[in-house]
């Protein structure tokens, strides 16, 4: 949720953690921070609420010249946005920035006020702080006195301090919250998400859970929760990330609505031959394992949950499989039942969905055949925990509201239900899918053809308070995509429902003030969903039916039809989002809400 950049160099690195900030703002924040200490060992810390560019406005009045420092921006979880309850937090000469929550903080308060310690600030954060200073008082170095602070915080931590006294080093620590490190020459940095470090660095480690990391100019050093010295892995990054260019677009999530197509062919490319689908890189043991496949677990939270939604769809009626769908964050507080020779998959855009990832590690106590990560971050915390991986390949997503990684992370469960179904000899319409993934990219771009017709219906929600999504089959979950769209960004409240579930209560909220938003392709289930249809006319209900052309409907003025171009009925769900997406991407934008980061909202939830 929050983000973390630091730096140690020897060049002025001040520039360097605002660039940062400014890569980091898509995770969602309220307000950013920085502390820089010069050689000497002078502290100079900024904090703002509100957007980064405060912050480097607030840096252009006061020149800010050092070689070592860290900046965050945060998402309150204790104490609200302020200047006072953002981060860096200092005590004395320890100045730390966190991402987490840090679950027995008021107890450590306590304790900690007791010792003399004053607090001016509400957060969690500053508890560590103190904690570190307090520690530090009863001697040994820093990485000394970190391992005496960590068994005494509960909770999930990124934690990154440096101590004035010694400006040439930053400590690190993390534990259920990610950090990865960024070696340069001369000069080498920390931070939360990759992303803020490429303009500096393609070079990453990325921290296990419970590492310890001291980074200096010139080495960086990890040991784990034990301080035995370890060796993680060093990569070469060959992610892309242009945030300064939105090209034509107004915003990133519609740039990002129209990059689906080619996101999609990217996802695709390598993985489809003349007769099957080619999934080699689950690697040379995977067939093994598929193949003893019974049961399919899906774990996921948000966008990724309706994505494992439709995908339950396709593992019953194309594989015959068994599938099981669940809310992470519901399923690491249940105790259930492991069916036989079960594998789990993991739905996550970021990698690092902490409820998410809780779920998996879970899993891997409770007798899963294996875990499948579909992910599009590679590096990610689930990618390096899953057992097999399939990436996404969606590129890079900024827009907090998801929209390509939704429909590649399909593309890749139809691709994955298809391989599933020839390992069990139970796919009898395999080149139909292999046909449908292989025109998808174009249907997506035929319907992203109906963009104004669709901007110009956006003006009919725009006093709208309530709107209702209907769907059938795997619509539904699509149905319940497009209402989480419009809520995200226009902050219109929206709900959505099985079609045939009208007449046991939602009908009750019908009337000319309520739209109703159908999605219709032609299927078997069309002429089910008319008669739905017909229940909400019946009742004064304003339709919107996003239909296909061939599927019999005609404008009225209860009724307006957007008619979308005939697609094959496997691909129909990863289709018709689209349409809503662009729906309530207008809606926003006439609206004037903060598309790219709504209110309250962060792209990746690291915390529960």
Request: proline share 3%.
């Amino acid at each position: 949720m929050c983000g973390i950049i630091g730096a140690v160099a020897q060049r002025n690195i001040a520039e360097i953690l605002l660039e940062g900030l400014r890569r980091l703002e898509y995770r969602g924040y309220d307000s950013a921070g920085l502390a820089i200490v010069d050689y000497p060992g002078c502290v100079t810390r900024l904090r703002r609420v509100g957007k980064v560019e405060m912050l480097v406005k607030a840096a252009k009045q006061q020149p800010l010249i050092s070689g070592t420092g860290i900046a965050h921006v945060r998402w309150a979880t204790h104490g609200e946005p302020s200047e006072a309850n953002a981060h860096p937090h200092v005590s004395e000469q320890i100045i730390v920035v966190h991402n987490g929550i840090v679950e027995n903080h008021e107890l450590l308060r306590e304790v900690l006020i007791a010792r003399g310690y004053f607090f001016s600030s509400e957060t969690d954060t500053e508890v560590i702080a103190h904690l570190v200073h307090w520690e530090q008082k009863k001697g040994g170095n820093l990485r000394d006195v970190v391992l005496r602070v960590i068994p005494q915080l509960r909770g999930v931590y990124g934690i990154v301090l440096m101590d004035s006294r010694n400006p040439l080093l930053l400590m690190a620590a993390c534990f259920g919250s990610p950090l990865v490190i960024g070696r340069g020459v001369g000069e080498n940095f920390i931070a939360s998400d990759q992303l803020a470090l490429l303009p500096v660095t393609r070079r990453f480690i990325y921290l296990e859970e419970g590492d310890i990391a001291e980074i200096s100019y010139s080495d960086v050093s990890i040991f784990d929760r034990e301080g035995k010295l370890v060796n993680r892995a060093e990569i070469e990054s060959s992610v892309q990330y242009d945030a300064s260019d939105k090209g034509i677009y107004h915003h990133y999530m519609e740039k990002e609505i129209y990059e689906q197509p080619m996101a999609i062919k990217n996802t695709l490319t390598g993985r489809l031959n003349h007769c099957e689908v080619d999934l080699s890189e689950l690697g040379p043991n995977a067939d093994a394992i598929l193949s003893q496949i019974e049961h399919t677990q899906i774990i996921a939270c948000g966008t990724s949950y309706h994505s494992g939604m439709v995908a339950r769809y396709w593992f019953e009626s194309l594989a015959s499989i068994p599938c099981d769908l669940e809310i992470a964050s519901e399923f690491r507080y249940r105790k259930s039942a492991v069916r036989k020779n079960s594998l789990i998959i993991t739905l996550s855009q970021s990698g690092e969905t902490a409820d998410t990832l809780a779920a998996l590690r879970l899993s891997k106590k409770m007798g899963y055949l294996g875990s499948l990560a579909i992910c599009n971050v590679a590096g990610s915390s689930l990618v390096r925990e899953s057992d097999m991986v399939l990436m996404t390949k969606a590129g890079t997503e900024i827009g907090v509201a998801s929209t390509k990684a939704f429909t590649t992370q399909l593309t890749v469960l139809l691709m994955l239900v298809s391989k599933l179904a020839r390992l069990h000899d139970r796919l009898v319409e395999e080149q139909d899918i292999l046909h449908a993934l292989q025109v998808l990219p174009n249907r997506i771009k035929q319907i992203l053809g109906q963009d104004k017709c669709i901007e110009l219906l956006a003006q009919d929600f725009l006093d709208k308070r309530h709107v209702l999504f209907l769907g059938r089959g795997d619509q539904y979950p699509i149905a319940m995509e497009g209402a989480l769209k419009l809520k995200e960004i226009s902050y219109i409240h929206a709900e959505a429902y099985a079609a045939g579930e009208m007449k046991h209560g939602p009908l009750a909220l019908v009337d000319d003030n309520m739209p109703v938003v159908v999605v219709a392709p032609k299927n078997e289930l069309l002429e089910k969903l008319k008669l739905n249809i017909e229940e909400v006319r019946a009742r004064g209900g304003l339709l919107y039916v996003f239909a296909d052309q061939n599927a019999g409907f005609n404008n009225s003025k209860d009724m307006k039809i957007i008619s979308l171009p005939p697609v094959e009925t496997v691909i129909a769900p990863i289709c018709y989002i689209v349409p809503l997406q662009l729906l309530a991407y207008y809606v926003a934008f006439i609206k004037g809400t903060d598309i790219d980061q709504p209110r309250n909202l962060a792209k990746s939830v690291t915390v529960e």
